[in-house]
């Protein structure tokens, strides 16, 4: 959590490096982010910001999952 000027310097920058990332397959070389650990994990993820969000948060960055790593529980990077 951030406040007063702080903020806008941190999490500008958060930001535009969380937008950097790039989630994926771990086996790929220009993948950032590999798969999360299970299924259990995934959930317990997506609960945590669904909380966040509820409470006021806002997502920085949030492309909506990645199309064709259902399965694999692929995430990427959502600061907020």
Known sequence: MTVGSAREAIMGRLKAEAEKLIAGDGMNAKAS?????????CE??????????KEGAK?????????????AEILSAQPF
């Open 33 to 41: 982010l590999g798969p999360v650990i299970s299924s259990a994990a």
């Open 44 to 53: 317990r993820i997506h609960g945590a910001i669904e909380i966040g969000v």
């Open 59 to 71: 997502l920085l960055v949030d492309d909506g999952g990645q199309p064709g790593f259902q399965q």
